[in-house]
């Protein structure tokens, strides 16, 4: 009745195309919030397949899951709570991205315990303002970091940040912020093996900061990152495509109101067409009176009311009958509309689209490995 259509296929070419357009950096595919919606383990499977460096989550219950699943890839988690031990990372192996000495000591104290040396990803805020050692604390977190290499607790793997994506003079000074900080560690005695900074909008823009890995996240689901670029733009294929069965249909006279609080009441005898999909799939609410859907490669306007479980086309005339397929949104080259739409519709962008659809969806892939 409600179905998300991912291609697998799809992603794996999105993360060649994407690694094309690098000097030959590592890619990091990240596949944090279940991967943006599309399924985290299939996602992981068909990456590992396809050759990825590194996946990416934000948190290390994420990286445990893949990891249960007999994932091998090197995976980085960066989100991390006040308390966390670390045992359970680092004895699964995950990188850890660090950003502040309370959280180096907690993972001195599981290397001990553990006898394992743990590798982490030492993160610097260099202008975001969210996770990440700010310019006062960087000294203090390397002297740290120095103190426990020497003493054989950890490993640095890397020296890693994140753009606002703000304007171009933002972005260039924080890659100038960064260049800073990774020459501060190096100054430090801080023995590297990568820097990681953009992500999929800065690899498309900035091709003096790909060093030595780059993070590639909306783009491998084939979804640009910049609102005035198609997906199409960069030779991206959407992977997601949200679909429903009409499940009713009905004939109503002119002037009918059509679902809460009659925002759309019919102009003439017309077909009302229920579609199962409301905001408890992920639909957002305020696509009404915006969105459009496809039926039969014609697209029909959201007028009415999302509910929590459905909403209700007006089709006028035409030969919509329960059981049709309509799409939500896919691939913009067969004719349906976007997520890119979607997002426009609803005043969000493409990536909250695809990471909020679930609830009653039931998830098929096309390309999963036998």
Not at 87 to 102: K, P, T
Not at 248 to 270: C, D, F, I, P
Request: glycine share 8%.
């Amino acid at each position: 009745m409600r179905e998300l259509i991912i291609d697998l296929d799809a992603i794996a070419k999105n993360l060649n195309t994407m690694r094309a357009k690098t000097n030959g950096a590592l890619a990091l595919a990240v596949i944090k919030a279940d991967a943006y919606g599309h399924g985290m383990l299939p996602v992981a499977k068909k990456l590992e397949a396809a050759g990825a460096d590194y996946l990416g989550v934000a948190d290390i219950e994420e990286a445990m899951k893949l990891r249960a699943e007999g994932i091998d890839l090197p995976i980085l988690a960066w989100l991390h709570s006040p308390t966390e031990n670390f045992v359970s990372a680092i004895d699964a192996g995950i990188e850890l991205g660090i950003a502040n000495i309370d959280h180096l000591e907690r993972i001195a104290k599981a290397s001990q315990q553990l006898r394992r040396v743990a590798r982490v990803h030492l993160k610097v805020d260099t202008g975001l303002g969210r996770n990440g050692a700010g310019a006062a604390e960087w000294p203090e977190v390397l002297q740290k970091a120095h103190e426990l290499v020497a003493e054989g607790f950890i490993q640095v793997v890397a020296i890693f940040s994140h753009l606002s994506c703000t304007s171009e003079a933002d972005d260039l000074n924080q890659i100038a912020r960064f260049e800073a900080a990774c020459d501060e560690a190096k100054a430090a005695g801080i023995d590297f093996e990568l820097r990681h900074l953009v992500a999929s909008d800065g690899l498309l823009r900035y091709p003096q900061a790909h060093y030595e890995m780059v993070r590639i996240g909306v783009a491998l689901y084939g979804l640009s990152p910049f609102v005035e670029n198609s997906a199409a733009d960069f030779g991206l294929v959407p992977a997601m495509t949200a679909t429903a069965r009409v499940t009713q249909t009905k004939r109503v006279g002119a002037n009918q109101g059509v679902s809460y609080g009659y925002l759309h009441r019919t102009a003439a005898e017309t077909t009302l067409a229920l579609i199962p999909v409301g905001y408890a799939e992920g639909l957002p609410r305020n696509a009404t009176g915006k969105a459009q859907v496809s039926i039969h490669g014609k697209q029909y306007s959201v007028n009415s009311r999302v509910a929590m479980d459905q909403f209700v086309l007006d089709v006028g005339d035409d030969a919509v009958v329960a059981g049709d397929l309509v799409t939500i949104f896919g691939d913009p080259a067969a004719g349906v509309p976007s997520a890119d739409d979607l997002a426009a519709a609803c005043d969000t962008i493409n990536y909250e689209i695809v990471t909020r659809m679930g609830g009653r969806f039931h998830r098929s892939y096309l390309g999963e490995s036998n």
